[in-house]
């Protein structure tokens, strides 16, 4: 049972882990997911021309 974490230690942690996510994973993977689109978009454009066109 040495193992086993105190739960205000373990809340907090659980904490901190939310936070990441929260401020700083979800919101960098959203705009690496974007400009990812936009990269692809502008590229497919060089070869094919705009639209339209």
Known sequence: ???VQPV???RSRELWAFLFLTV???PLLAIAVVGGYGLAVWLYQ?????PGA
Not at 46 to 50: E, F, K, S, Y
Request: proline share 7%; charged share 30%.
């Open 8 to 10: 205000e230690r373990r």
């Open 46 to 50: 060089l070869v094919a021309g705009p």
């Open 1 to 3: 049972m040495a193992d």
């Open 24 to 26: 700083v994973f979800w």
